[in-house]
């Protein structure tokens, strides 16, 4: 059974700070997913990684993924208020014949303090 | 990116009763999916919905409890049934786009009294 594993799962930091968020996971795949979710919001889609060293980035949010490692990482620069959120990977498990099926970590809440 | 509706927003419900939720979808798209997240927790896939087949679900969730319909390419719904207390969280319902992508809906919020 795949386990996605993130952390830390809570996160105080101060605006302007640097930090990373790690999820690993415990089966292969080369499918990785980061949503951002808002309280009492659906979870909005920042990256999708598709292969061994796939790196992307938007904004303040960089995001990458090494599939030997079975490790992804959210790197935030110089944190703002606006990125306080909760941060989820998912994992897919792809299949051609059966298609997708995420496997979610458990999440790492984000709070960015003035 | 797809544009996912869902029908209700949120809704309290007695013990026993059963609820169906709506998604919607503004393309045609050949995997929907439905997760459930618990009140501090993460997501957890519920069932796979393909067109013209029965849904897969997921280990712990049953057709009898989540009955699902995929009736067109871009419409299914979920059954809650038999609500218990433990049945309260948030629905959600995701589809695939271009083969790698998986969009949410804006969820159902449920609690079960």
């Known amino acids: 059974e795949l386990k996605v594993e993130q952390n830390p799962l809570f996160l105080s930091m101060q605006e302007g700070k640097n930090y990373t968020i790690y999820c690993n996971y415990s089966?292969?795949?080369?499918?990785l997913y980061w949503y951002r979710q808002d309280p009492g919001k659906s979870l909005e889609s920042l990256f999708v990684?598709?292969?061994?060293?796939a790196v992307k980035q938007e904004g303040r949010l960089m995001a990458s993924l090494d599939t030997k490692a079975r490790l992804s990482t959210l790197h935030i620069t110089a944190a703002v208020h606006d990125l306080s959120a909760t941060y989820f990977c998912?994992?897919?498990?792809?299949?051609?014949?059966?298609?997708?099926?995420?496997?979610f970590g458990e999440g790492t809440q984000l709070t960015v303090n003035p | 990116s797809a544009v996912i509706s869902q029908k209700p927003s949120r809704d309290i419900c007695q013990r026993g009763t059963s609820l169906t939720i709506q998604c919607q979808v503004d393309?045609?798209?050949?995997?929907m999916f439905w997760y459930r997240q618990q009140p501090g927790q993460s997501l957890t896939l519920i069932a796979t919905?393909?067109?013209?087949?029965?849904?897969?679900?997921e280990s712990g969730f049953v057709i009898d409890k989540f009955p699902i319909s995929r009736p067109n390419l871009t419409f299914s719904t979920l059954t809650v049934s038999n609500m218990s207390p433990e049945d309260s969280s948030i629905y959600l319902c995701?589809?695939?786009?271009?083969?790698?992508?998986?969009?949410f809906g804006p969820g159902t919020r449920l609690t079960v009294t």
């Open positions: 995701s589809v695939g786009h271009r083969g790698y992508e998986q969009y």
């Open positions: 089966t292969t795949s080369d499918r």
């Open positions: 990684l598709l292969s061994n060293g």
């Open positions: 998912a994992v897919d498990m792809y299949r051609e014949t059966s298609g997708s099926r995420l496997t």
């Open positions: 393309s045609q798209v050949t995997m």
């Open positions: 919905a393909n067109q013209g087949s029965e849904a897969t679900y």
